[in-house]
């Protein structure tokens, strides 16, 4: 297998950039957005497993597949049999496609194979575990992948030049920096590099049929607005539009906050102080406790003055598993979440 760079197309980050949007957004990153195409050709591969245990290494006829990165036009020869998973959610979405990679990164600190319960028991052997900010490069070296998926990390320069000497890397897409990349587009890039472009598009309709039905379902959200807010050991924040969990909620019919939207500066999230507490009145208000518990967001004194929260219209995760399906991102954890959190909003939003 070679990596060929058709093209490339990438602008330069200041190290003090990239380390002001990793703050409050790496700890709760994203749910999902738009779908955008990649670049690919030959037809889909109805193949098995690309992961240690992979029997056959002869090339699919899907193969070569070209797959448009920030970095350029990644072309990967022949069918992967030795996959490594680093960007958060990567190896979910490649489990969800068949696919087992031999190692992975755990974001979200799930222990045992690295991923949510909604990906659970889908491999056979136990990856190896991988840094998530700092890959572990040696480490990833002496798992000798013949590819390496990257789709939502950093898309910082040098982390995605070491990767490729190791193995052609299916790095972030144009304007997917700070893990700005939803969960259909990083399917379809990986769908693509594996050669399983239809099951990809299958996954994504799949999703989008539940999204409608949750709609259907639940009339009550179209219009109504929302607070996605959360709260770290030093800060209250709340979720802007363009990024995963805003996403979501309005694929559900929900309005973001416009006393949020309007303090919008590019980033995840806007910072509130305490004292302005009220700006997070909604018709449902949701908050999202990292690093702290969530009877200290109930509890707290100004929160409850909050109308939505005096009024029952505020949902604070105290289930870990609800918060980490809310906030992962991937094509498993997004169904997950429909399937269980919106039955949680309806019970609270303002009627």
Same mark, same amino acid.
């Given at each position: 297998?070679?990596?060929?760079?058709?093209?490339?197309?990438?602008?330069?980050?200041?190290?003090?950039?990239?380390?002001?949007?990793?703050?409050?957004?790496?700890?709760?990153?994203?749910? !999902?957005? /738009?779908?955008?195409?990649?670049?690919?050709?030959?037809?889909?591969?109805?193949?098995?497993?690309?992961?240690?245990?992979?029997?056959?290494?002869?090339?699919?006829?899907?193969?070569?597949?070209? /797959?448009?990165?920030?970095?350029?036009?990644?072309?990967? *020869?022949?069918?992967?049999?030795?996959?490594?998973?680093?960007? %958060?959610?990567?190896?979910?979405?490649?489990?969800?496609?068949?696919?087992?990679?031999?190692?992975?990164? *755990?974001?979200?600190?799930?222990?045992?194979?690295? /991923?949510?319960? %909604?990906?659970?028991?889908?491999?056979?052997?136990?990856?190896?575990?991988?840094?998530?900010?700092?890959?572990?490069?040696?480490?990833?070296?002496?798992?000798?992948?013949?590819?390496?998926?990257?789709?939502?990390?950093?898309? *910082?320069?040098?982390?995605?030049?070491?990767?490729?000497?190791?193995?052609?890397?299916?790095?972030?897409?144009?304007?997917?920096?700070?893990?700005?990349?939803? %969960?259909?587009?990083?399917? !379809?890039?990986?769908?693509?590099?594996?050669?399983?472009?239809?099951?990809?598009?299958?996954?994504?309709?799949?999703?989008?049929?539940?999204?409608?039905a949750a709609r259907e379902a639940h009339p009550e959200f179209k219009g109504k607005t929302v607070t996605l807010a959360s709260k770290t050991a030093n800060d209250w924040g709340a979720y802007v539009g363009g990024t995963g969990r805003v996403n979501f909620v309005e694929r559900l019919g929900f309005t973001n906050n416009p006393v949020i939207e309007k303090q919008a500066d590019g980033g995840f999230s806007v910072t509130v102080s305490e004292e302005n507490l009220d700006q997070f009145d909604a018709d449902l208000l949701v908050t999202a406790p990292i690093g702290v518990t969530a009877d200290s967001v109930k509890s707290n004194a100004l929160f409850k003055k909050i109308p939505a929260v005096a009024?029952? @219209?505020? /949902?604070?995760?105290? *289930?870990?598993?609800?918060?980490?399906?809310?906030?992962?991102?991937?094509?498993?954890?997004?169904?997950?979440?429909?399937? @269980?959190?919106?039955?949680?909003?309806?019970?609270?939003?303002?009627?």
């Amino acid at each position: 297998m070679k990596i060929v760079i058709l093209r490339h197309s990438f602008a330069g980050r200041s190290g003090s950039a990239r380390r002001t949007r990793r703050s409050l957004g790496l700890l709760s990153l994203p749910l !999902a957005a /738009v779908l955008v195409g990649v670049t690919g050709c030959g037809s889909d591969d109805d193949g098995g497993d690309a992961g240690a245990s992979a029997a056959s290494t002869a090339s699919s006829g899907a193969f070569p597949v070209s /797959v448009d990165t920030k970095f350029g036009a990644i072309e990967v *020869d022949e069918k992967p049999q030795r996959v490594v998973a680093l960007g %958060w959610g990567d190896a979910e979405t490649a489990l969800a496609l068949g696919v087992q990679p031999v190692g992975q990164s *755990d974001w979200l600190a799930f222990g045992g194979d690295g /991923v949510g319960p %909604w990906a659970k028991d889908r491999y056979d052997k136990s990856p190896q575990s991988i840094g998530t900010m700092e890959p572990e490069y040696e480490k990833i070296a002496a798992l000798k992948p013949d590819l390496i998926l990257d789709t939502k990390s950093s898309g *910082d320069r040098t982390r995605y030049d070491t990767l490729s000497k190791i193995a052609p890397t299916i790095g972030v897409p144009k304007g997917g920096d700070q893990y700005m990349i939803s %969960w259909e587009k990083q399917t !379809a890039m990986i769908a693509q590099a594996l050669g399983k472009k239809a099951e990809g598009a299958k996954l994504v309709d799949g999703i989008e049929d539940q999204f409608a039905a949750a709609r259907e379902a639940h009339p009550e959200f179209k219009g109504k607005t929302v607070t996605l807010a959360s709260k770290t050991a030093n800060d209250w924040g709340a979720y802007v539009g363009g990024t995963g969990r805003v996403n979501f909620v309005e694929r559900l019919g929900f309005t973001n906050n416009p006393v949020i939207e309007k303090q919008a500066d590019g980033g995840f999230s806007v910072t509130v102080s305490e004292e302005n507490l009220d700006q997070f009145d909604a018709d449902l208000l949701v908050t999202a406790p990292i690093g702290v518990t969530a009877d200290s967001v109930k509890s707290n004194a100004l929160f409850k003055k909050i109308p939505a929260v005096a009024g029952g @219209h505020a /949902v604070v995760f105290d *289930d870990k598993g609800l918060s980490q399906a809310f906030a992962t991102d991937s094509v498993l954890s997004v169904s997950y979440a429909i399937d @269980h959190v919106v039955p949680v909003f309806a019970e609270h939003v303002k009627k």
